[in-house]
């Protein structure tokens, strides 16, 4: 069996929940009273003191820096998994350009409906172009409009 490395948490490592609060370093009172030091061990036992607590101090103007990094990212991470009808509205734009069909649908679609129609202009016919078959997709100006048969669910 290997001896575990330090750092090494091992495979059930789970790490603590990020509601973390730094606290404060925690100085030996008693070991000043309890020892009879000279003068000049005394203050060299106060100066590492006073390093650890600056050590501390730095750790937490960086820790905090990085929540404030980490709340921009999150809140970044949310915008992007939002629902598409908010797309437009938080500047999706900045990412890529929106193809205006789904441009439209973000902006006209309520979220709520699962059905949304939405019929794109035909591609322009020159005069000489014909459709091939009934079928095509083109529709011309001068003809009638189809009649479609009405959605069974809603007779």
Not at 51 to 75: G, S
């Amino acid at each position: 069996m290997r001896s575990p490395l330090p750092g090494d948490m091992g495979p059930d490592f789970v790490p603590a929940p990020r509601d973390f609060v730094p606290g404060e370093v925690i100085h030996p009172g008693k070991f000043f009273g309890q020892t009879n030091l000279s003068n000049e061990m005394h203050d060299t036992c106060l100066r590492f003191i006073q390093k650890v607590d600056n050590q501390h101090q730095a750790y937490r103007r960086r820790h905090r820096q990085l929540l404030i990094k980490l709340q921009d990212l999150e809140r970044g991470m949310r915008r992007l998994e939002a629902h598409p009808k908010d797309w437009v509205r938080y500047g999706f734009d900045k990412v890529a350009d929106i193809p205006l069909p789904l441009r439209k649908w973000c902006v006209e679609h309520d979220g709520s409906s699962p059905n949304w129609s939405f019929f794109t202009e035909p591609d322009p016919i020159e005069e000489d172009d014909e459709p091939d078959d009934a079928t095509s997709s083109y529709m011309r100006v001068d003809e009638p409009p189809r009649e479609y048969l009405p959605d069974s669910l809603f007779q």
